[in-house]
């Protein structure tokens, strides 16, 4: 994942948040409670399953 054309820092920034105790990208289990009560209607499962596969990696 390039963020301005960096791919260091989001990842570096992904892991310090790791590290403090959230989880990961890959931990959701795609249950479906957080969109239904998202108040910006945001594919959430999508967008983490993304994430996971551009920082889990
Ligand atoms: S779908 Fe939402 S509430 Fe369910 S595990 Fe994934 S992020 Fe958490």
Same mark, same amino acid.
């Given at each position: 994942?390039?963020?301005? =054309? %960096?791919?260091? @820092? *989001?990842?570096?920034?992904? @892991? &310090? /948040? !790791? &590290?403090? &105790?959230? =989880? @990961?990208?890959?931990?959701? !289990?795609?249950? =479906? $409670?957080? #969109? &239904?009560?998202? *108040? $910006?209607?945001?594919? !959430? !499962?999508?967008? /983490?399953?993304?994430?996971? #596969?551009? /920082? %889990?990696?």
């Amino acid at each position: 994942m390039k963020l301005y =054309g %960096d791919e260091f @820092r *989001p990842k570096s920034f992904y @892991r &310090g /948040l !790791i &590290g403090w &105790g959230y =989880g @990961r990208a890959s931990d959701c !289990i795609a249950c =479906g $409670q957080c #969109e &239904g009560v998202c *108040p $910006q209607h945001l594919p !959430i !499962i999508d967008l /983490l399953k993304d994430a996971a #596969e551009k /920082l %889990d990696t």
